[in-house]
């Protein structure tokens, strides 16, 4: 027995954690440029708090001409991000520069998995700083123009949930082109131009229940805005069922591909 052989493989827990750093690492440039924008957005915020303060001399006109509060459609803007967060963090290091992986204590699979779970503890982490951020700049400008009647909130409790999901979805789907593909942006970005230039041909050569059909993926009860941008209200109304039937419809799909295409490029490689 050689001496290699004689030392035990890390616990997983320990690689999570070495890929959680090293991702952090990675990630350090991306974060300050995020957490900039945030001081940008309350700088703005509360500026335009003061100034309604100094237009309105009246307390009454104040809370209508200033609102910061959250919506459940932010989510459409931090899933955007999401969709970039995994290219980021496999920038040049595409399928075919992954040699370094059979160095690893785990299989190739295994990490690529760890490695994406480890990108999303970090988005995670991130977004929950930046919605405490949104409350807490809401809560400053209203202070700041000094309104006198509360804000009724529109917002469900479980609402503030919608951008974890979303953005989790999003992060799946592109950790697989991520994964998987030399060119992971032509991955993310062209099933959705082929799906839009479809779904007007269809129409056009007269076929519109095709049409609506495909539009339906989209746009329906458990579409895809339903699981990354926020649109979970029926007619006015927040929908739970919605929510979380597009969630595990959409979630279950992405990470069973992220599953799939890990467990490929390991066999291929």
Known sequence: MTAISMHAAPRWRKIAWEQARAVGLRLR?????????????????????????????????????VNFSYTPEVSAIIACLALLLPISMWLE??????????????????????????????????????????????????RIVGATVPRQSATAAWEYLVPFTAATIAYML????????????????????IYVGASILAFMLGFPQLSSAMSSVVSGFYG??????????????????????????????????????????????
């Open 93 to 142: 290091e595409d399928p075919t520069r992954r040699a370094y992986h059979w160095s690893m204590p785990v299989s190739r699979a295994t990490h690529a998995m760890t490695r994406t779970f480890a990108g999303w503890l970090w988005m995670i982490a991130v977004i929950a700083i930046c919605l405490a951020f949104i409350v807490t700049i809401d809560a400053v400008t209203q």
């Open 29 to 65: 440039t991306t974060g300050a440029l995020f957490f900039v924008t945030l001081v940008l957005y309350g700088g703005v915020a509360i500026q335009v708090a003061r100034s309604a303060r100094a237009k309105y001399p009246s307390p009454a006109g104040r809370p209508s001409t």
């Open 224 to 269: 895809v805005t339903a699981a990354m941008s926020g649109n979970i209200r029926v007619e006015g109304i927040p929908s739970l069922d919605r929510w979380l039937g597009a969630t595990v419809l959409w979630g279950g799909a992405a990470s069973i591909l992220v599953y799939a295409v890990s467990h490929r490029r390991n066999e291929a490689a």
């Open 174 to 193: 592109a950790s697989a082109a991520a994964i998987g593909a030399r060119t992971p942006l032509v991955w993310i970005v062209g099933p959705f131009l």
